[in-house]
């Protein structure tokens, strides 16, 4: 079946590598319409999906990772209407150079080749990446979670059935659609036809695949993200930011997770942050710090807030959890963050500008904010289109991995019959 497969993505990559940009985009536009036209079966399909999950005992966080709503769909629709206008990378030239022989030297973007993508829960995956790999000629083999299984079994058919309408290979988008976990193993091992594999999960999916897989691996998507309040920060410009990274949507990687904040604006910005961010239903783990800007003397701490663990630093929360930890200065809340982040999404607030290019400079993640929300770090919101996923690696791609970085480049020499001397 998986050789089969491969086979067959490796067919199809040949002929999408060279299809026109138009034809490419056309595949994308039907897919949105093609969303657009059928909600009702892909929310019977999700609705079967969210129904064993809940009679599973899944977790409340990954069940709305797992669900479709209108509002979604119509994001999904949107960003493959948003990626159509975005300029094809294939083919373009950079790095240009003339050698003193007169040889003249570039590079050039080329499609990757067959992607495999193995993910869990979010069934919004299937058409970000089909769109993606679709507009940078690339083919790709899913592999969803069985948790999904209905879900992207619906999308992955209307992404194969885009592709036909636009004259294109359907195969270059295809779906492992049985939950049989050793297929994962046997992609894994599908060097002769997969080119690279990228994971979107846990951390249990990322450790698997880096440990079993005979092809070059792209991890990412797991945060443990950081805010730093510092000493100049503007306290109520910095209550909403927090609010936000925390609450808008706490079960994905870019959601806070652990609040730092300056000694010497504490006691006027822990308060606040227990009681704005308590009202939205969020409880807290309190490092030792803390405490004596928490609770009254003789007094109990209320009942949201809980004294941090060891663990508790280390932890992706995934729902509405938030560390809280009182720091010395920018220099204590810098090796903090370095300690504790998976190097994806930390902020700063401060109005020192000094600060500000500290913590570029010195934090070392795939995206560092000023003064704004870690919600951020996303494809659509980047201007990317969307997003395959988000490396938190140092090699090839770094961040939200969008059309760029999902190509390679060969190098062009152009010379007038020259030889080497």
């Known amino acids: 079946m998986l050789k089969e497969?491969?086979?067959?993505?490796?067919?199809?990559?040949?002929?999408?590598?060279?299809?026109?940009?138009?034809?490419?985009?056309?595949?994308?536009?039907?897919?949105?319409?093609?969303?657009?036209?059928?909600?009702?079966?892909?929310?019977?399909?999700?609705?079967?999906?969210?129904?064993?999950?809940?009679?599973?005992?899944?977790?409340?966080?990954?069940?709305?990772?797992?669900?479709?709503?209108?509002?979604?769909?119509?994001?999904?629709?949107?960003?493959?209407?948003?990626?159509?206008?975005?300029?094809?990378?294939?083919?373009?030239?950079?790095?240009?150079?003339?050698l003193a022989n007169g040889l003249k030297l570039s590079k050039q973007r080329a499609p990757i080749g067959v992607l495999g993508i193995i993910y869990e829960s979010r069934p919004n995956v299937t058409i970000d990446v089909a769109g993606l790999a679709v507009k940078t000629g690339n083919s790709v083999i899913l592999r969803g979670g069985k948790e999904t299984m209905n879900s992207n079994h619906a999308l992955a058919a209307l992404a194969q059935k885009a592709l036909t309408e636009a004259g294109l290979p359907a195969k270059a988008v295809q779906f492992i659609d049985d939950p049989d976990r050793s297929l994962v193993l046997g992609l894994l091992q599908?060097?002769?036809?997969?080119?690279?594999?990228?994971?979107?999960?846990?951390?249990?999916?990322?450790?698997?695949?880096?440990?079993?897989?005979?092809?070059?691996?792209?991890?990412?998507?797991?945060?443990i993200c950081h805010i730093f309040v510092d000493e100049s920060a503007d306290l109520d410009k910095a209550l909403p930011v927090i609010y936000n990274a925390k609450t808008q949507r706490p079960s994905v990687c870019n959601a806070l997770d652990t609040l730092l904040v300056h000694r010497s604006v504490a006691s006027a910005m822990i308060p606040r942050v227990v009681d704005f961010l308590g009202a939205a239903g969020v409880t807290f783990r309190a490092h030792e710090s803390v405490l004596p800007y928490l609770a009254d003397?003789?007094?109990?701490?209320?009942?949201?807030?809980?004294?941090?663990?060891?663990?508790?630093?280390?932890?992706?929360?995934?729902?509405l959890v938030l560390g809280l930890k009182v720091v010395d200065g920018i220099e204590e809340a810098i090796t903090h963050?370095?300690?504790?982040?998976?190097?994806?999404?930390?902020?700063?607030?401060?109005?020192?500008?000094?600060?500000?290019?500290?913590?570029?400079?010195?934090?070392?993640?795939?995206?560092?904010?000023?003064?704004?929300?870690?919600?951020?770090?996303?494809?659509?919101?980047?201007?990317?289109?969307a997003e395959v996923a988000i490396s938190t690696q140092r090699l090839h791609a770094r961040g939200p991995m969008g059309l760029r970085e999902l190509t390679t480049y060969k190098w062009v020499a152009e010379g007038n019959y020259h030889v080497r001397k």
């Open 190 to 223: 599908l060097h002769e036809f997969v080119d690279l594999i990228i994971p979107r999960g846990g951390a249990g999916l990322h450790s698997f695949c880096r440990e079993n897989s005979r092809i070059p691996v792209i991890t990412g998507g797991i945060g």
């Open 337 to 385: 963050t370095n300690a504790h982040s998976m190097g994806h999404s930390d902020s700063i607030l401060t109005e020192k500008e000094a600060n500000a290019i500290r913590w570029i400079n010195e934090i070392d993640s795939a995206a560092v904010y000023i003064n704004a929300s870690t919600r951020f770090t996303d494809g659509g919101q980047f201007g990317l289109g």
């Open 5 to 98: 497969m491969g086979l067959d993505a490796r067919t199809s990559f040949r002929l999408i590598a060279k299809a026109s940009t138009e034809s490419k985009n056309l595949v994308l536009l039907v897919l949105a319409s093609l969303l657009e036209q059928s909600r009702k079966d892909i929310f019977a399909a999700n609705h079967a999906d969210v129904k064993a999950a809940r009679e599973s005992g899944m977790s409340d966080a990954l069940i709305d990772r797992l669900t479709l709503t209108g509002d979604r769909i119509d994001g999904l629709s949107s960003d493959l209407r948003r990626l159509a206008e975005l300029p094809d990378p294939i083919g373009e030239r950079y790095d240009q150079s003339v």
């Open 297 to 319: 003397k003789g007094r109990a701490l209320p009942s949201s807030i809980l004294i941090a663990g060891p663990e508790d630093f280390d932890t992706e929360w995934m729902s």
